[in-house]
């Protein structure tokens, strides 16, 4: 209907698949400090239901993906040669 706002919907569990398919992925691009990292921002409340939907806003505040990735990658700079093409393939969204 008209107006209406469709919230897309996933659970901690389906996040934390994502999250390991990207940790595999970018490992030898981020190192141990960007694993680290993206560890330290992971979190599962006590009270959370692991398997209950919840709006991707509220998932992303606890199961960093994506852009939290890419973030790491601009930590580097584009100076950084080893990580030059893929931070510009993600700017360009190739990846």
Do not use: W
Not at 40 to 61: A, Y
Not at 70 to 79: I, S, T
């Amino acid at each position: 209907m008209k107006g209406e706002m469709t919230m897309v919907k996933m659970t901690y569990n389906e996040a934390m698949l994502i999250q390991r398919a990207q940790m595999a992925y970018y490992r030898q691009r981020i190192g141990r400090v960007g694993c680290k990292a993206i560890h330290k921002g992971t979190m599962c409340p006590e009270h959370l239901n692991p398997n209950e939907l919840l709006d991707v806003v509220e998932i992303n505040k606890i199961v960093p993906r994506g852009a939290d990735f890419e973030n790491l990658f601009c930590r580097f700079g584009p100076n950084d040669p080893t990580n030059y093409d893929l931070h510009n393939a993600i700017r360009r969204g190739l990846l």
